[in-house]
Structure formats: structure tokens, C-alpha cells
């Protein structure tokens, strides 16, 4: 079983803002990050750290952590953003590990 | 513009042993500040950090396959690789070169498209 747990599936109503959530012990000491991955396509970075989105990535994107749970908010969701998130965080021994995923779906 | 690209075989048999390397281009593997690693995806499932390795040769494994996987750097061509032994049909995959830093961040900013191997007889 995967140390970071995450939702298997959310919906948004398109417009309307989602949070996507990622709990787990190592996010009281290490950021979270944030990926999102289209079918057949790579996984791409799209937030990461207490306040920091890549260039390129739409702004309706944002992130946040209370206690041991990291959560990555979409407001506005947008068709184009249907597509599955993975959070992804390290630990203390340099041990890297993802989320299960979590499939979002936009109405 | 950082890119990574996977190579390496398709198809592997049962027991034998896969061994992928990914080529960067756009930026030096060496680098300061920044690891390389390799994840890997079953087909319809979730991402799995396998192995990553830093320009010096500083190594870390993923503890649950760390007894069959070795990551290595050649800086001189600007590529690492992955080696992965005794393989069954579970080690199929798509497996991904990623860049990730060192810091508390720890974030994967740049992946390669992905390499899908299958492991069969």
C-alpha cells in the first residue's frame, strides 16, 4: 500500500473549483508535489513547495498543507483539465514515493 | 530546453534482466542541485519511484525493489541507467526518466515520454 493516500476519483462540475487531497505522515516534514497525467502521456509537474507552480501551468491551480495532508485546489476546473493527479513527496532516508491517484472527472 | 529520452528493449523474458538507459539533452547531468531517477507505471495503475542516482554516483533505491535494481551515471555521454533483474511478468511497465531535485521539494520537473516494457515468453 502506498504511504501517501489519495482519493481514487473526484468530480468537478466544469467551472467549479475541486480539491484534490494526498495524506500521509511525511508531509508534516516534506512538501508535497503535484502531477498531472493525461492517458498516454507523461506525467508533468504542476505544483510543487509551499506556493510554486512551474511556468506554463494556469494560475486556477494551487496547493496547500495542513498537518499531514497536502492538498492541490483547481479553481475553475476546466475540460482540459480532466485527467489523473499523483502527489509525490520524499522522506528523511531520500526514499521518494507517490500517491495511489486520483482520477478527476470534469461535468 | 531539458529533455530525457528512454531506450532500450520492448520485450523481455521472464528471469532476465532489463536494462534501460536514459539520454539528456539540453542541460549537463552534472549538474549540481539535481538527481535522475527512473518510475515506472504498470499499465491502468499508479507511478512507482524505483531508483536515483546524482552526478557523483550517490545512489538511492526504492527499499521494496533495491535487491534487484541497479542505477548508474556515465557522464562523459549525459545518460543513466537502470538495470533491473529476475523479472516477471509484475515488473511490466512504462518506465519514465525523470530530473528531481534535492531540496525539501524534492519535485520531478522534467520526465521523459516513457518506455513500455513487457515482460513475456
Known amino acids: 500500500s502506498s504511504e501517501l493516500t489519495q482519493d481514487p476519483s473526484v468530480s468537478v462540475a466544469l467551472g467549479q473549483t475541486v480539491r484534490i487531497t494526498c495524506q500521509g505522515d511525511?508531509?508534516?516534514?516534506?512538501?508535497a508535489s503535484w502531477y498531472q497525467q493525461k492517458t498516454g502521456q507523461a506525467p508533468i509537474l504542476v505544483f510543487y513547495g509551499k506556493n510554486d507552480r512551474p511556468s506554463g501551468i494556469p494560475d486556477r491551480f494551487s496547493g496547500s498543507t495542513s498537518g499531514n495532508t497536502a492538498s492541490l485546489t483547481i479553481t475553475g476546473a476546466q475540460a482540459e483539465d480532466e485527467a489523473d493527479y499523483f502527489c509525490?513527496?520524499?522522506?528523511?532516508?531520500?526514499?521518494?514515493?507517490f500517491g495511489g491517484g486520483t482520477k478527476l472527472t470534469v461535468l | 530546453q531539458l529533455q530525457l529520452q528512454e531506450s532500450g528493449p520492448r520485450l523481455v523474458k521472464p528471469s532476465e534482466t532489463l536494462s534501460l538507459t536514459c539520454t539528456v539533452s539540453g542541460d549537463s547531468i552534472s549538474k549540481s542541485a539535481y538527481y535522475w531517477g527512473w518510475i515506472r507505471q504498470p499499465p491502468g495503475k499508479g507511478l512507482e519511484w524505483i531508483a536515483s542516482?546524482?552526478?557523483?554516483?550517490?545512489?538511492y533505491y526504492n527499499p521494496s525493489l533495491k535487491s534487484r535494481v541497479t542505477i548508474s551515471v556515465d557522464t562523459s555521454k549525459n545518460q543513466f541507467s537502470l538495470n533491473v533483474s529476475s523479472l516477471t511478468a509484475a515488473d511490466t511497465s512504462i518506465y519514465y526518466c525523470a530530473r528531481h531535485d534535492i531540496t525539501i521539494f524534492g519535485r520531478f520537473d522534467y520526465w521523459g515520454q516513457g518506455s513500455l516494457v513487457a515482460v513475456s515468453s
Open positions: 511525511r508531509l508534516r516534514f516534506f512538501y
Open positions: 542516482i546524482y552526478y557523483s554516483g550517490i545512489t
Open positions: 509525490s513527496s520524499r522522506d528523511t532516508n531520500n526514499v521518494w514515493v
